[in-house]
């Protein structure tokens, strides 16, 4: 009955004329960067680009991705950027459908940062690792002159072997395909912007940041092979995972706005600032687009996971309209839910 | 043009500078009361806040009064529809049509 | 959430909306003005336009400060927080809305001390907190907004903050409704008029569009019940051929305003004898100045100000737009050279701005809808 959607991401191209903070907000400027300029360059032309990439070495199927972290505070509810860290990389893996194993770091350093702080890093990714089953390995550091960089950046580099029984392919997404939420979205990016202080707002919120491989393996048992798609929605929230799933497939995405779960304090947080949830950033969530036989199983097999109780069927695949997100309100009207230009900002107006 | 919530007063704050605590579902800030000296709110009262600022005190009565009128809305028509289902409208020819 | 749940509840927007439908003759076209980019915004992100009958035309009016505010205006506060010891304060409104040398956030990247502030007193904070530096705080908004300006420059005058100051663009709205209404190609049949600054003025400034131009005008809140509300009370007015100010707000909008708001406006702002408007041209009498009693902490009368001005591309058909002439879509650089990433006109450059709004939330569905790729 389902139509399969074809997998053509069209061509993008960069012409900005100077690299903006946009560039790295993870929106739609982030994109045209990385489609645009570095991967034309580097990867040659090819598919959409995913979390993480699998290569074939000595016969032996790898999964890779590196990131990079750069957040301020470097502690904040929750978490700090050595979990980031660790868990960032791990969940690239995960919801490429690999399990990290092992991960290289690199550290810069600003000369002037305090070694208690260093160490206290180094002892959350040591923490980080243990709990999400993956090895620290190597690492290099590197020093840069006080005020060239904001106290640390971390990278962490993640191999690890494919799950069995995964298939990831945006291109056997088909209309009808049900998207699951593992939890509530934008619990991160408004921890850390209550957390910088400018903003004077107080909740009780904490990072999500968390490794979602348990959740990943346990959708994996369920839904297996017919998982199609998985991304986890950092930086620019929810929006511009399901934007860039709409993108690549050439498909319509429906969400029923009323089921994307929301902590209290992110949505008052949102009310205040003028801010959309799904816009914010997370870094222990996960997308899913599953057949929708599985869908109902693979709920119930991330919700046994703990920490994966909040976890949502919110919406589905549509033929129409083709590259669009949108967004059901329960009393029947709609709206198409963007990508974002930039950082979200408050607003006031 | 100008984006402004309600938020319930925690806390007044005492001072030189009229101020209270808000929280808005779960977030606190510290706003000022400067544009409400003629009728202070107290604590538990709700208010508009705009950038940082009460600019008004919601009335409970008002709301509920708003309440009840969209709650009213489209009643009287379904009744109507409702009569004329039964057919009882068509006896009347138009000479009872007070209203 | 109190007083913003009930008023998204489904079942009565339904009935809200069936009533709408009810009520809107089939025969007429009635074409309704918001005035005011807050409610353009809650329009699209609630998705209202698909719960009103095709013949109910929602016209976006002029309440956007930031669409209305001519670049040189932001050229000219960037040229002050150019100088090494300006810190440059602002909402996040502000931020990505490009001056001839790029917007505030892009001058931050270049290295200026732009700092996002949630409220005027935050930017006086942030002078207290660097008295080796001045604070411009770069002040827009209706009167909702220029209140808190005004109470913040009496702060800042009692506490004797003297390295602050405000670059002021406070705009009011009556003038720029009369502008509209004066023009020769406008023909509305009532205005769904702006709720939060009514909490500040009050109802009475729009008698005379009920008196002198025979309109409705019913002062609205944001949510959906509430704009669907005040939809069924412009057509209530209008079936019964009457032209009344009604306040459908009246939970938060006092008849009379905030007395305590206009005395404040009053002691630190006065009149401008006229005012450039984005996309409208000048407007006599449709922005505040800081008086003269505080010109400590006027940036206009502190610094130089080079006063530059900007014209938009005569392509960018902004003002067709805001009069409700054409729809966004109809100019002719909509969606092509004019998109919220590269803003050209007024209207595309805030997410409440008429063309940003509508490219947002409704552009790519009604695109697709006719069976075309939003990304082609």
Redesign the interface.
């Known amino acids: 009955m389902s139509t399969v959607i074809t997998h053509t991401p ?1 061509r993008v191209r960069f012409k900005d004329p100077q ?4 560039h790295g907000a993870g929106g ?2 982030s994109r045209r960067l990385v489609e645009g300029l570095i991967a034309p360059i580097l990867l040659g032309a090819g598919g959409a680009l995913s979390d993480a990439a699998q290569v074939t070495i000595g016969g032996t199927r790898l999964g890779i991705t590196t990131d990079s972290f750069v957040v301020t505070p470097l502690r904040f509810p929750g978490g700090s950027i050595g979990e980031l860290a660790v868990n960032g990389t791990v969940n690239d893996l995960a919801v490429s459908g690999v399990r990290a194993e092992v991960l290289v770091t690199t550290f810069v350093l600003e000369a002037g940062l305090p070694s208690a702080v260093l160490e206290a890093e180094v002892r959350a990714m040591a923490d980080a690792a243990a709990r999400a089953g993956v090895r620290i390995v190597g690492g290099d550091t590197k020093v840069v002159e006080h005020g060239l960089a904001d106290q640390m950046y971390l990278t962490t580099t993640g191999i690890g072997s494919p799950l069995a029984g995964v298939t990831l392919d945006p291109g056997s997404v088909r209309e009808g395909d049900v998207i699951l939420l593992s939890g509530p979205v934008g619990d991160h990016g408004i921890t850390i912007l209550l957390a910088r202080g ?8 904490t990072s999500d940041t968390r490794s979602v491989l348990p959740m990943v393996e346990a959708l994996v048992g369920a839904a297996g092979p017919r998982i199609r798609w998985m991304r986890d929605p950092t930086r620019g929230g929810a929006a511009t995972s399901l934007n860039e799933l709409a ?1 690549d497939c ?1 498909c ?1 995405i429906l969400i029923r706005e009323d089921d994307v779960p929301v ?3 992110v ?3 949102c ?4 801010l959309d949830p799904l816009h914010i950033a997370n870094e222990g969530q996960f997308l899913a687009v599953i057949a929708p036989q599985d869908a109902a199983a693979a709920l119930r097999a991330v919700q046994a996971v703990p920490g994966g109780e909040g976890a949502r069927l919110i919406g589905e695949v549509t033929l ?5 997100v ?1 967004a059901m ?8 839910v ?1 990508m974002l ?2 950082d979200p ?5 | 043009m100008c984006l402004a919530i309600p938020g319930q007063i925690v806390e007044v704050v005492p001072g030189a500078v009229a101020g209270a605590v808000v929280e808005v579902v779960g977030v606190r800030r510290r706003i000022d009361l400067g544009l409400l000296l003629d009728d202070m709110p107290v604590a538990g009262d709700w208010v508009l806040i705009h950038v940082g600022f009460a600019m008004s005190k919601i009335s409970e009565n008002d709301a509920r009064e708003q309440m009840e009128l969209l709650r009213m809305l489209g009643e009287c028509e379904a009744a109507v529809e409702e009569v004329a289902g039964y057919g009882l409208g068509d006896e009347d020819d138009g000479r009872g049509q007070a209203s | 959430m109190k007083y913003v749940d009930e008023f998204r509840d489904p079942r009565l927007i339904r009935r809200a909306s069936d009533e709408v439908r009810r009520l809107a003759d089939p025969a007429r076209h009635y074409r309704l003005m918001e005035v005011c980019g807050g409610h353009t915004h809650a329009i699209y992100r609630f998705g209202l336009k698909d719960l009103l009958p095709d013949n109910i035309e929602l016209i976006h009016g002029p309440g956007c400060p930031v669409c209305v505010l001519p670049m040189g205006r932001i050229d000219d506060g960037l040229a002050i927080a150019a100088r090494a010891d300006v810190i440059f304060a602002a909402f996040g409104d502000m931020m990505r809305v490009p001056g001839t040398t790029g917007s505030p956030l892009e001058h931050k990247a270049r290295g200026m001390d732009v700092r996002i502030v949630y409220s005027p007193l935050d930017a006086l904070k942030l002078a207290q907190a660097n008295p080796g530096k001045h604070v411009l705080f770069f002040a827009i908004g209706f009167e909702t907004t220029a209140p808190s300006t005004a109470l913040t420059l009496l702060r800042a005058k009692a506490l004797g903050v003297s390295n602050f100051s405000v670059f002021c663009n406070h705009v009011t709205i009556v003038p720029a409704i009369r502008a509209i209404l004066d023009s020769p190609d406008m023909r509305l049949d009532g205005f769904i008029g702006p709720g939060h600054v009514s909490t500040v003025i009050g109802c009475r400034p729009y008698e005379w569009i009920a008196q002198n131009e025979r309109k409705p005008i019913v002062v609205s809140g944001f949510e959906p019940l509430d704009i669907l509300q005040s939809v069924v009370m412009l057509l209530e007015q209008l079936h019964a051929g009457e032209a009344r100010v009604e306040n459908q707000y009246k939970r938060v909008v006092p008849w009379e305003g905030n007395r305590a708001a206009l005395r404040a406006m009053a002691e630190v702002f006065e009149l401008r004898p006229y005012f450039e408007w984005r996309g409208m041209g000048f407007i006599s009498q449709s922005a505040l100045r800081v008086r003269d009693s505080f010109a400590q902490w006027d940036a206009e009368q502190r610094f130089d100000v080079p006063g530059v001005r900007v014209t938009d591309p005569k392509a960018a058909q902004c003002g067709e737009v805001l009069k409700g002439v054409l729809k966004p879509a109809q100019c002719k650089l909509f969606g092509r050279e004019c998109t919220p990433e590269h803003p050209i006109g007024a209207l595309m450059v805030s997410s409440e701005g008429s063309c940003a709004a509508y490219y947002n939330y409704e552009h790519r569905k009604s695109l697709a809808m006719a069976g075309l790729d939003a990304h082609d």
């Open positions: 069209p690299i903006e903070m946009a739609k400027a400018d903003l004077d707002l107080e909740a009780d919120l993108r050439r319509g902590h209290d304090g949505r008052g947080a009310e205040l600032l003028g129409q309209p083709a590259g669009t949108l309100t329960p009393y029947g009207a709609s709206r198409v963007d230009v930039g900002l408050p607003r006031i107006c």
